[in-house]
């Protein structure tokens, strides 16, 4: 082909090429008619007249619009809507409250009630303790626990509240001279404390003496400590003082005689109205141990392990919001969430935890010790 001819050619290939690029570029831009659908349906009003799409009047969320997008923490207010509680941002130690056992602290609780808390995930010793409005040591001294344990979800913890007497330690005073003189027990109030038993203490610190016997001025009356939950500080004025055993004044109207039947039918009275209400009744050791009133097992400790000097021990919650507590024991039979019936054995007299020789310490809490003021004290009791 003559060259003529060839360029002619390519010139004409050229020029369809450049068109059918620059057709190619027009077909790219230019937007495709595709087939779409909505797939949602507006919502009709009650009366049907018109659609609704958003109702002004309703609350709805906004966008965080700080750059961590839950910055509210802590003791941050209730998250509400429309007036109703969403969820409480937290219980102890950021973990949900369980509102259907824990309605209120151990110290607002007026009948002395002991609880049990299960274990959570994120709880801590602390959180528990100041959820209850109790100390970490009366959580480490009720479950055999020491600064250095560990908690666990699923645990069960004994939360008492602990009666006694909150004392600033003076010169010259030992656990000796305290426990003396609010007639408790120099190795409870070293346990309860953190304290070696044979630990001196330090002037101007100040110790929970559990159990303890509150002294109060003499200007202030005596029938106004009648709460075995509370915790009172003694006076530090030289002022004669009179002793008042907590514990001991209180009364329901539940408790009439015959409620409560002798848990050791036969035992002596070895002690009255002592600590947490609570009596001794000495007898051998194996003596059958008898439920004082029908009711429910809510603590079963036969581990006899220290347990808040109890040892093993066996709590009962009575019908008439009652609780009987039975320690000390060699002993026990029956488990957590048991029915018991009155006069069913729970288990056998010992010398377990904080007792010296073989006895039932025995406690009612929110009502009367009728084997306080019913019985002698050195005489059998029945």
């Known amino acids: 082909?003559?060259?003529?001819?060839?360029?002619?050619?390519?010139?004409?290939?050229?020029?369809?090429?450049?068109?059918?690029?620059?057709?190619?570029?027009?077909?790219?831009?230019?937007p495709a008619r595709v087939g779409a659908f909505w797939p949602f349906t507006t919502a009709q009003a009650a009366d049907g007249e018109s659609p609704i799409l958003h109702d002004p009047s309703l609350n709805l969320l906004a966008?965080?619009?700080?750059?961590?997008?839950?910055?509210s923490k802590g003791d941050s207010?209730?998250?509400?809507?429309?007036?109703?509680?969403l969820m409480a941002n937290s219980g102890p130690d950021g973990t949900l409250p369980d509102a259907s056992t824990d309605t209120a602290s151990a110290a607002d609780d007026s009948s002395?009630?002991?609880?049990?808390?299960?274990?959570?995930?994120?709880?801590?010793?602390?959180?528990?303790?100041?959820?209850?409005?109790?100390?970490?040591?009366?959580?480490?001294?009720?479950?055999?626990?020491?600064v250095k344990s560990t908690i666990k979800p699923g645990m069960t913890l004994v939360i008492l509240p602990v009666s006694g007497a909150q004392h600033t330690v003076t010169k010259g005073e030992t656990l000796s001279s305290i426990a003396t003189k609010f007639k408790a027990s120099a190795q409870e109030i070293a346990t309860f404390n953190g304290l070696d038993a044979g630990a001196t203490v330090v002037v101007g610190s100040t110790l929970?003496?559990?159990?303890?016997?509150?002294?109060?001025?003499?200007?202030?009356?005596?029938?106004?400590?009648?709460?075995?939950?509370?915790?009172?500080?003694?006076?530090?004025?030289?002022?004669?003082?009179?002793?008042?055993?907590?514990?001991?004044?209180?009364?329901?109207?539940?408790?009439?005689?015959?409620?409560?039947?002798?848990?050791?039918?036969?035992?002596?009275l070895y002690q009255g109205i002592h600590g947490?209400?609570?009596?001794?009744l000495s007898a051998p050791s194996g003596t059958p141990i008898h439920a004082a009133a029908a009711g429910t097992v809510i603590i079963s400790k036969g581990d006899a392990a220290w347990n808040g000097?109890?040892?093993?021990?066996?709590?009962?919650?009575?019908?008439?919001?009652?609780?009987?507590?039975?320690?000390?024991?060699?002993?026990?039979?029956?488990?957590?969430?048991?029915?018991v019936s009155q006069g069913e054995l729970l288990g056998y007299v010992g010398e377990t935890g904080e007792a010296t020789g073989n006895h039932l310490h025995f406690e009612v809490r929110g009502a009367k010790n009728p084997f306080g003021y019913s019985c002698a004290l050195m005489s059998k009791c029945y």
């Open 1 to 30: 082909m003559p060259k003529g001819a060839r360029r002619n050619v390519y010139a004409a290939l050229g020029a369809a090429g450049i068109s059918a690029t620059l057709l190619g570029t027009v077909l790219l831009l230019t």
């Open 208 to 268: 929970v003496i559990p159990g303890g016997e509150v002294t109060v001025s003499a200007s202030v009356p005596a029938t106004t400590v009648k709460k075995p939950t509370t915790i009172t500080k003694t006076s530090s004025t030289s002022t004669k003082t009179t002793s008042v055993k907590i514990g001991a004044d209180i009364s329901a109207p539940s408790a009439t005689s015959g409620y409560f039947t002798n848990p050791v039918p036969g035992a002596i």
């Open 112 to 146: 002395g009630s002991i609880s049990v808390y299960t274990v959570k995930d994120g709880d801590s010793i602390s959180g528990i303790a100041s959820h209850f409005g109790i100390s970490v040591n009366t959580i480490l001294w009720a479950n055999d626990l020491t």
């Open 276 to 280: 947490n209400n609570g009596v001794d």
């Open 77 to 85: 207010l209730m998250s509400l809507s429309e007036g109703s509680a």
């Open 63 to 71: 966008a965080a619009l700080n750059t961590d997008p839950n910055p």
């Open 309 to 339: 000097g109890y040892g093993s021990y066996v709590v009962i919650s009575h019908s008439n919001g009652t609780q009987t507590l039975y320690a000390h024991m060699s002993k026990d039979i029956i488990s957590v969430g048991d029915t």
